[in-house]
């Protein structure tokens, strides 16, 4: 995927106007993110998380960031079920090298809607985290997308 594409499933709970409005949002989102050479408005983040990572099973997206924080992308890395997504620490890694990313973000979605990660989302990122740092690459945050809010595990203190 390239640094302009935003990859989405089509959210069965929305009218195919309201799809065409969510599709719009997430690539203005996606122009802004690119335009401003650093992530400095947490909250456009945080919208962009939300906008880009929905639908009824779980997606893992890394945005991967250079040394100034610039996003060089945002990757769909795995699709999963309604409950579970697969993740594997070596690939987020292996794509992470590949960038040359200095940093990224994790974000990953929750279809029931509630964003309080489970214990398997705290071990995963703590792996990460761990694979990250014997690499040099800094893991800024892993947010999980819910029903209208978000929550990110830096804020909790679990990273």
């Keep these: ?12 709970q929305f009218s195919a106007q309201e799809q065409a409005i969510i599709s719009e949002a997430r690539q203005i989102l996606l122009r802004n993110l690119n335009q401003n050479p650093v992530l400095t ?7 962009y998380c939300a906008l880009s990572v929905r639908g009824d099973v779980e997606r893992l997206h890394a945005l ?12 769909q890395l795995a699709v999963g079920t309604v409950d579970h997504v697969p993740v594997y620490p070596r690939e987020v890694l ?10 990224l973000i ?7 809607g509630d964003p309080e990660p489970s214990e398997a989302d705290l ?6 985290q761990k694979a990250c ?3 040099g690459i800094v893991l800024h945050d892993h947010i999980i997308t819910g ?4 929550t990110s595990l830096r804020a909790r203190g679990d990273i």
């Design 133 to 135: 740092a014997a690499l």
């Design 106 to 112: 994790l974000v990953h979605n929750h279809p029931a």
């Design 94 to 103: 292996k794509r992470a090298l590949l960038l040359g990313a200095s940093a």
């Design 1 to 12: 995927m390239t640094r302009n594409q935003i990859s989405f499933s089509a959210d069965a």
């Design 64 to 75: 991967y960031l250079d040394r100034k924080n610039r996003l060089i992308c945002d990757e």
């Design 123 to 128: 071990k995963m990122t703590l792996e990460i």
């Design 147 to 150: 029903a209208g809010r978000e």
């Design 41 to 47: 408005s947490w909250q456009a983040v945080l919208d």
